[in-house]
């Protein structure tokens, strides 16, 4: 016993929560980097984009889960050629019995009790109480996945999210179902190759109550995988109806959002447009500005050539009043040598 769960150590369903947040968290960053994700990601969009990852992580851990628990099915397990009823051939299968995949350990359990000692009934107790779990467990694990695909729309995120966890909610459900079909035939695969071969060593009236305990076993997993088919398509709906409606808001506040941005870029342009206007009046007053320099520059120019005609003029004038002064002549006599 203590070999065989140290080999089943660390192994168990794919979809343990462990499994699913782990592998969420690498395909939310996978399905990221397609997105877009940068700086203007708030944590609402973050959450929402982690919630989708997980969502997609159930859905791939789902089926691979299915996948195994087919093939444990197909192998066969007890072959008809078993003898079941000696406790001591149920001791030897137990210990030849290989694979740690649910079918497998359920088969483990059963026949460790049969041949331990415990009686017909009580086997069929035990499978049947194994059965309630792993619906219980299934049924929950869906809605759950159900209500954070379908609290993902009040995030705020992407309409390309929101698309996808809406098609996760629908392959969800299919894998739900596929998955509760498959537990139907585990079922009746341990009832026809386990239960039925079990309990011949008891006396009648243990055979007739092992009988009925089969026969309850059988009617009670019936039942219950058609009060777990009942509630999961019923938490799909309301599922669905929350996220339409989340949705639909999602929407309606992105419309807001796209109409407020318009009213922004609308007023920006008028800001723009009251700035290039405000840039050409500056433009015409500096062309003012440098006509005016110009002609000051013109002016100073005439004032410096009227000042030069002034002081030509005033030497003119003085030359001609010295011009038009009396002259006195005087000759003088120079004595020959």
Same mark, same amino acid.
């Given at each position: 016993?203590?070999?065989?769960?140290?080999?089943?150590?660390?192994?168990?369903?794919?979809?343990?929560?462990?499994?699913?947040?782990?592998?969420?968290?690498?395909?939310?960053?996978?399905?990221?980097?397609?997105?877009?994700?940068?700086?203007?990601?708030?944590?609402?969009?973050?959450?929402?984009?982690?919630?989708?990852?997980?969502?997609?992580?159930?859905?791939?851990?789902?089926?691979?889960?299915?996948?195994?628990?087919?093939?444990?099915?197909?192998?066969?397990?007890?072959?008809?050629?078993?003898?079941?009823?000696?406790?001591?051939?149920?001791?030897?299968?137990?210990?030849?019995?290989?694979?740690?995949?649910?079918?497998?350990?359920?088969?483990?359990?059963?026949?460790?009790?049969?041949?331990?000692?415990?009686?017909?009934?009580?086997?069929?107790?035990?499978?049947?109480?194994?059965?309630?779990?792993?619906?219980?467990?299934?049924?929950?694990?869906?809605?759950?996945?159900?209500?954070?695909?379908?609290?993902?729309?009040?995030?705020?995120?992407?309409?390309?999210?929101?698309?996808?966890?809406?098609?996760?909610?629908?392959?969800?459900?299919?894998?739900?179902?596929?998955?509760?079909?498959?537990?139907?035939?585990?079922?009746?695969?341990?009832?026809?190759?386990?239960?039925?071969?079990?309990?011949?060593?008891?006396?009648?009236?243990?055979?007739?109550?092992?009988?009925?305990?089969?026969?309850?076993?059988?009617?009670?997993? /019936?039942?219950?995988?058609?009060? &777990? @088919?009942?509630?999961? +398509?019923? !938490?799909? =709906? *309301? $599922? #669905?109806?929350?996220? /339409?409606?989340?949705?639909?808001? &999602? @929407?309606?506040?992105? +419309?807001? !959002?796209? =109409? *407020? $941005? #318009?009213?922004?870029?609308?007023?920006?342009?008028?800001?723009?447009?009251?700035?290039?206007?405000?840039?050409?009046?500056?433009?015409?007053?500096?062309?003012?500005?440098?006509?005016?320099?110009?002609?000051?520059?013109?002016?100073?120019?005439?004032?410096?050539?009227?000042?030069?005609?002034?002081?030509?003029?005033?030497?003119?004038?003085?030359?001609?009043?010295?011009?038009?002064?009396?002259?006195?002549?005087?000759?003088?006599?120079?004595?020959?040598?």
């Amino acid at each position: 016993m203590e070999n065989r769960k140290s080999k089943c150590r660390g192994y168990g369903m794919f979809t343990g929560i462990l499994w699913v947040v782990a592998l969420g968290i690498v395909l939310g960053a996978a399905i990221g980097i397609p997105i877009g994700v940068d700086k203007t990601w708030d944590v609402s969009k973050l959450s929402a984009l982690l919630a989708t990852g997980i969502g997609l992580a159930y859905v791939v851990l789902s089926i691979l889960d299915w996948l195994v628990q087919v093939r444990a099915l197909c192998s066969n397990p007890l072959p008809d050629d078993l003898d079941l009823s000696e406790r001591t051939v149920a001791g030897e299968r137990l210990a030849a019995l290989k694979g740690c995949t649910p079918l497998h350990r359920h088969i483990r359990r059963l026949l460790a009790a049969w041949a331990a000692g415990a009686s017909g009934p009580q086997v069929a107790a035990m499978a049947g109480h194994q059965m309630l779990r792993v619906l219980v467990l299934l049924v929950a694990e869906t809605a759950a996945v159900l209500a954070l695909l379908a609290g993902c729309a009040s995030f705020g995120p992407p309409q390309v999210l929101l698309t996808l966890g809406t098609g996760l909610m629908a392959l969800l459900l299919v894998v739900a179902i596929a998955r509760l079909q498959l537990a139907s035939h585990l079922a009746g695969y341990i009832d026809s190759h386990l239960l039925a071969r079990i309990g011949n060593d008891t006396p009648a009236a243990a055979g007739v109550e092992f009988a009925q305990a089969v026969a309850k076993s059988v009617a009670d997993s /019936t039942a219950g995988l058609a009060d &777990a @088919q009942a509630k999961t +398509a019923e !938490q799909l =709906a *309301k $599922a #669905q109806q929350v996220a /339409t409606v989340q949705i639909t808001k &999602a @929407q309606g506040d992105a +419309a807001a !959002q796209v =109409a *407020k $941005a #318009q009213d922004k870029v609308a007023e920006q342009l008028g800001r723009v447009t009251e700035l290039a206007s405000s840039i050409d009046n500056i433009f015409k007053l500096q062309q003012a500005v440098d006509g005016t320099l110009k002609g000051v520059t013109v002016t100073d120019e005439f004032k410096s050539m009227l000042g030069e005609l002034r002081r030509h003029l005033a030497e003119s004038d003085q030359l001609l009043k010295n011009a038009a002064k009396p002259r006195t002549i005087r000759l003088v006599e120079k004595d020959n040598e």
